[in-house]
């Protein structure tokens, strides 16, 4: 008998479906479950409702489903993601609470980089299985971000803390099925993102919207009166999230397969290509690879939408701003004009979790140490590093730049329309370059590509950054407003405070 087309250890019930459509099986099980708990969120929402359910079949229905999602796409490697949050679960019961934070970062880190060790190593770039690298990633997220925010609440006292940590601080050690379901419901196992969880008890609990709508009146606007409006309906924006999704996959089938990454590094395509065709090229690639990006964190978004979760509050139209816990701004990200714009609109919420357990945290060196930790925690693919590598000078040449030549620009419109143009132009192209490794992933293959680049971008922001550091920095005038908590954003920001 012959060996089926594609290889998993999840589920095979939908190898002819995968075989139908010429899709790897992996693929098909992940947006099956996906559309599967698109379905099962808006039952959550509608028949399982905390009015009339109580939180703990709540969190067991949530943990049971995304258990079995595990299950089904990952089969005996959802082991590995079951064994981490138990062991931290012990760990949190356990633990001294004054070290709990570190012995769960120890843990759940050290646990994702054996696993990551292992399958570039010893697996040769690859398992015969969907990657479950990704759910293992979020679930550290997960872990980490409530050991600190427990570590918060039980240990520290109220002035040493930020406003942002005393609204998440955790002071009672969480129950089993209140861990479990944390890490593991269904709404966010296989692609995130990352939640509070104090955001993620009052969701299964029944509070999560009259607690922002609390928040952001009396907060921002120092209004009350939100106690009798109504619960507002998610329905209008995950349609609208929908509506992206299918742009974006149609986009994937139309245009992102005909224009494989893979070939930047081909042989015959670098060795008879022009230099301005092999840009053009990576140029569209790269744009042509981001929508399947969109597509899973937007239809992740919207899943947890459809739960009643991922409520931020009433925009300044007085409607609902369900973005809460969106991971990205597609529109931020195809218009940004920087290089930390573009990464401010980009994995939103990995921003935060860095933000939240190490830079707000280290006494001192805190962008190195986020820098080491974002480094671990993607993986150890070498394509990674030179990604990351590769975005410092070109940080510190864009920053120098602004600094020397943009104030030359904003005398008009025409001047900083024009500038605006420019700038949009060099961070998509150095977008490109930079991101460019972390597709390839391999060490031989990055080299090709930069050499068929003539490394242009690796000399010409360095040679920036050294010109332009001795130059005096020209005074721009800055707001005076200090900026307010998370809660109190506007809603149509990506409620980022991430690291620059």
């Not at 707000?360 to 993986?379: E, N």
Request: overall charge positive.
């Amino acid at each position: 008998m012959a060996e089926p087309a594609f290889k998993t250890t999840g589920s095979k019930w939908l190898l002819p479906v995968s075989e139908l459509l010429g899709f790897p099986l992996d693929q098909v099980n992940f947006l099956a479950c996906q559309l599967f708990a698109l379905g099962a969120a808006f039952w959550f929402r509608l028949y399982l409702s905390p009015r009339h359910t109580n939180p703990l079949v709540r969190h067991a229905v949530a943990t049971l489903l995304g258990i079995a999602f595990l299950i089904f796409c990952f089969g005996w490697y959802s082991a590995h993601i079951l064994t981490v949050v138990f062991a931290n679960y012990l760990i949190i019961i356990n633990a001294d609470i004054n070290n709990v934070h570190k012995y769960s970062m120890l843990t759940a880190m050290g646990y994702l980089t054996v696993c990551q060790v292992s399958r570039v190593f010893i697996f040769n770039y690859g398992i015969l299985s969907t990657d479950f690298s990704g759910p293992l990633m979020i679930v550290t997220q997960k872990i980490t971000t409530l050991a600190f925010q427990l570590h918060d609440g039980m240990c520290k006292k109220p002035e040493q803390l930020t406003s942002e940590q005393k609204l998440m601080a955790i002071n009672v050690r969480p129950s089993l099925i209140e861990y479990l379901s944390y890490n593991l419901n269904f709404l966010s196992i296989l692609v995130g993102p990352c939640s509070n969880y104090k955001d993620y008890t009052d969701f299964i609990e029944g509070r999560h919207i009259s607690r922002r709508l609390r928040l952001h009146s009396g907060t921002c606007n120092g209004q009350n009166g939100y106690d009798k409006t109504p619960e507002p309906s998610p329905t209008d924006s995950v349609c609208r999230k929908l509506l992206v999704c299918s742009g974006c996959m149609l986009f994937f089938l139309t245009v992102t397969r005909a224009l494989p990454i893979k070939y930047n590094v081909d042989t015959d395509f670098v060795s008879r290509a022009s230099f301005l065709t092999r840009l053009t090229y990576a140029f569209f690639s790269i744009q042509a690879a981001r929508p399947k990006f969109y597509f899973a964190w937007t239809l992740a978004d919207a899943v947890n939408n459809a739960a009643g979760y991922g409520f931020l509050g009433m925009d300044e139209n007085g409607k609902p701003s369900w973005d809460l816990i969106c991971n990205l701004n597609i529109i931020g990200i195809e218009t940004a004009t920087s290089f930390k714009t573009f990464i401010d609109n980009w994995n939103i919420r990995t921003g935060i979790w860095l933000k939240t357990v190490c830079y707000d945290r280290a006494p001192k060196h805190r962008l190195a140490l986020t820098f080491i930790l974002s480094a671990l925690w993607h993986g150890v693919y070498p394509g990674y590093y030179f990604t990351f590598l590769t975005a410092i000078p070109i940080t510190v040449a864009a920053r120098a730049v602004r600094k020397s030549v943009r104030h030359l620009f904003l005398g008009s419109r025409v001047l900083k329309l024009g500038y605006d143009i420019l700038t949009w132009a060099a961070t998509q192209f150095a977008i490109c370059y930079t991101v460019m490794p972390f597709l390839l992933l391999a060490v031989d293959q990055t080299l090709v590509y930069y050499r068929s680049m003539y490394f242009h971008v690796h000399i010409i922001s360095i040679l920036a950054a050294v010109a332009l550091h001795r130059r005096r920095k020209p005074r721009e005038p800055s707001a005076s407003s200090t900026p307010c908590s998370e809660q109190c954003q506007p809603v149509h920001s990506n409620n980022n405070d991430k690291v620059d």
